[in-house]
């Protein structure tokens, strides 16, 4: 499997620097680079983002390792719905058991769920995070969702199920 990073700012304006770590990541630990520029509708811009993605994009219109992309939201998000869209193109998640240990708010739970998950137990210790991803999967009705209140590893000695 092809290993892809995520290379995620302004770029107001990709600067040589820019262009050196995409180059070298593509040397040595990626073979594919997706250049994320993030979109922040508070911060004022020397070029727009038109011109932005124009601009990285006849960079590297000669090289199919690199992607220009932009996004609005938090760079957290846009690295997690591209995590599941690579997957998605290796693993069929449609019916399948999942197993989210160390769940926190549950993101990754919920990406499961809304993607065909069958069952989803989401393992985290902390209460209010427990407590916030039983409340939030009964408000979006995804009855998929498992929370667990438990130890990770005393989870992982007793528990008994197999997942996908």
């Known amino acids: 499997m092809s290993k892809t990073a995520l290379f995620a700012g302004s ?65 957290t998000d846009f690295a997690k719905e591209n995590l599941f869209n690579v997957l998605g193109n290796v693993v069929d998640f449609e019916g399948i058991e999942v197993l989210d240990l160390f769940a926190g708010t549950g993101s990754i739970s919920y990406e499961f769920a809304s993607r065909g998950a069958a069952s989803v137990t989401s393992v985290e210790i902390n209460a209010v995070h427990y407590n916030f991803i039983r409340a939030t999967a009964k408000s979006f009705g995804l009855t998929n969702i498992h929370p667990v209140k438990a130890n990770v590893f005393l989870y992982l000695k007793s528990c008994a199920k197999k997942y996908d």
């Open 11 to 75: 770029f107001d304006p990709f600067t040589k620097g820019h262009q050196n770590i995409v180059d070298r990541a593509l040397q040595s630990v990626a073979d594919n680079v997706i250049i994320a520029i993030g979109v922040n509708h508070e911060k004022k811009y020397m070029f727009s983002l038109e011109e932005r993605l124009q601009a990285i994009q006849e960079l590297y219109k000669d090289n199919l390792h690199v992607r220009v992309e932009s996004y609005e939201g938090l760079t």
